[in-house]
């Protein structure tokens, strides 16, 4: 009988044999234990992710467990009431998205792409030959950090204050049942980056190329976005491009350190680059989970859902489903096709912050293979991963740095 039950270690460590044997056995598969139906072929993953009718990513609207969630969050809700765009449906999505993607333009992201080589560069500058350099806290961590920062139109001397408010206001989105103490925090951090964006707009937004100030200027049926309505949508985009853009770089350079012939080849065959990153993002997606609402009783494949029920579409599996994907436990950065992985999902909601987080993978991989020839994990290294089997993430990546100058 088909099983699944994601909160084994050995599921943690590596998902990919369990995800691969539920969706031989039941691509739509209920999970009691969870309350949620668990999906992981890529045709019903598709079919889900196209149907903002049939399937809801209004999570409020389930019944279960995760509506008990939802409430409690909304009921902590430290950033205002407006929701979130990943949150909401067509047609209130739509007016959130139309906001957002007239500010964060495909020009706005290119003109990204100079700071972030630059910002890579300094990070990679303090990897000192003979210590071991650890990626996730010295580079795939706070290039998205210092993106967010530039986002905001942080000055360098302000930053760590200001992404340390994002940051607090970020996990006030992530996790139901914070501590008081850090819900008092975060209760701070919105207030003084509130009285930031304030006096950030005060002084004329005008003139200034941050996402902020592209945001401040634009409007919404006529009129300007509050200063509330302006720090929902940049910590929306923070947030969701925070820990997905460190866990690729990381998922990355693990995919590559493994597989030494493809790091040979892409070393070989530079033009690699932009399919190598497409197919880290297939072969090891950050985010495995997207979540769905059925929006009324409705039937996917042979499985018939009860309105207000979860799904969970499995994006790692979808990923690797062999219907799609030749050889798909095969890590192959010239794979044809690569780009068509679930990663970034599908549909309307699909990842508004793709080209950018392209634009940093790019950066990073180009200056760590240049950097490090092997990129070779340091002698001894343990690879802790987190307790989580909703983001594919590895907290430590200790890399070796080569011998030390004599
Ligand atoms: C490798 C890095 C990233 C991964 C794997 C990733 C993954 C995803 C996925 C799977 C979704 C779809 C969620 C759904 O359908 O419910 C999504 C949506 C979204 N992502 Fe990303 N993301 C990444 C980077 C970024 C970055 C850098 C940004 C921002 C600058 C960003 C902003 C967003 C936003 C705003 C949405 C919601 C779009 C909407 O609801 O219309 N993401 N992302």
């Keep these: 009988m088909a099983f699944f039950n994601p909160f084994r270690p050995s599921y943690v460590r590596d998902p990919y044999p369990a995800l691969h ?11 009691e234990r969870i309350d949620a139906w668990i999906v992981t072929s890529y045709e019903a993953c598709v079919e889900v992710l196209r149907d903002q009718e049939r399937f809801s990513s ?10 008990e969630q939802v409430a409690q969050q909304h009921r902590e809700a430290v950033l205002g009431g407006g929701g979130r765009m990943v949150a909401s449906d067509p047609p209130e999505h739509t ?34 030959p003979g210590t071991p350099f650890e990626l996730m806290s010295r580079l795939a961590e706070p290039l998205p950090s210092a993106v967010i920062a530039a986002h905001l139109g942080t000055p360098a ?81 923070a947030l969701a491009g925070n ?50 609402v059925a929006t009324r009783n409705l039937r996917l494949g042979r499985a018939a859902l009860a309105e207000g029920d979860t799904l969970l579409l499995m994006l790692g599996a979808a990923n690797r489903d062999p219907a799609q994907f030749e050889d798909p436990d095969r890590f192959d950065v010239a794979r044809e096709g690569a780009h068509r992985h679930l990663a970034f999902g599908l549909g309307v909601h699909f990842c508004l912050g793709a080209p950018l987080a392209r634009v940093e993978g790019e ?11 092997d990129l070779r994990l340091a002698p001894g290294a343990t690879l802790p991963r987190a307790n989580d089997w909703m983001m594919r993430s590895v907290r430590e990546i200790p890399l070796d740095t080569g011998a030390p100058p004599a």
Excluded: C, K
């Excluded at 209004?58 to 509506?67: P, T």
């Excluded at 950066?363 to 020839?373: D, E, H, M």
């Design 21 to 31: 044997r539920l969706r031989a056995e039941e691509p739509v598969h209920r999970a």
């Design 58 to 67: 209004d999570l409020g609207r389930a019944r279960g467990r995760l509506g």
């Design 95 to 128: 007016r959130l998205r139309g906001i957002v993607t007239r500010a964060f333009t495909p020009r706005y992201v290119e003109g990204m792409r100079p700071f972030v080589e630059e910002e890579v560069g300094r990070l990679l500058a303090a990897a000192t």
């Design 157 to 237: 001397e302000d930053r760590e204050r200001v992404v340390g408010w994002a940051i607090a206001l970020m996990r006030t989105a992530l996790i139901v049942g914070l501590p008081a103490a850090e819900r008092r925090a975060a209760e701070e951090a919105r207030a003084a980056l509130l009285d930031y964006i304030a006096r950030f707009t005060a002084e004329g937004a005008g003139g200034g190329e941050s996402l902020l100030a592209r945001l401040a200027r634009e409007q919404d049926e006529g009129r300007r976005l509050t200063a509330d309505e302006l720090l929902e949508l940049t910590i929306d985009l």
């Design 243 to 292: 820990d997905t853009t460190a866990n690729m770089i990381g998922n990355g350079v693990l995919a590559l350190g493994a597989h030494p012939d493809q790091l040979a080849l892409l070393r070989a065959r530079p033009e690699l680059l932009g399919s190598a990153i497409e197919e880290v993002l297939r072969y090891d997606p950050p985010t495995q989970v997207v979540v769905r």
């Design 363 to 373: 950066a990073a991989f180009a200056a760590l293979i240049a950097r490090f020839p």
